[in-house]
């Protein structure tokens, strides 16, 4: 319930972002987003504005937050989504939401037995699975 409310108090956020950029129904309104937030966040976001109708056509693109940011910069999104420490100087900026890294491990891991967490040394010694190269969750993991 506590994730649900935070993920509905992003979404009105949202919802008032887009109100101040929606144009004329002829229009459209491109947004790129970074892929978790393309993947848990907009749809939501997307079907309360299409239920609330009037607005533009709304194109969404999914890519990794260098890619979102590239997107905005050259004007191939009129708005951008991230989730990345790295918060750019040259680009207007909202923190509208945060979320947690978590290790997730099998049952039969070592780790999974244990009372007590593990230490950023044995993290960064061990070989994960992890996201792509421009990845705002890779970067906010190899800097933590």
Known sequence: AEWAAELLDAAERFDASVASLRGGAGETLRIAASMTI???????????????GGGPRIE????????????VRNASA??????TPNVPADLATTKFASDELVVVVGRTHPWAKRARGISAEELASTPLVSRE???????ALERA
């Open 133 to 139: 190269r421009g990845s705002g969750t890779r970067l």
């Open 78 to 83: 009129t708005i951008g989504f991230i989730e």
């Open 38 to 52: 393309a993947e848990h966040l907009a749809p939501h976001w997307l079907t309360s504005l299409n239920a609330a």
């Open 60 to 71: 969404l693109t999914a890519a990794n937050s260098e890619a979102v940011l590239l997107a």
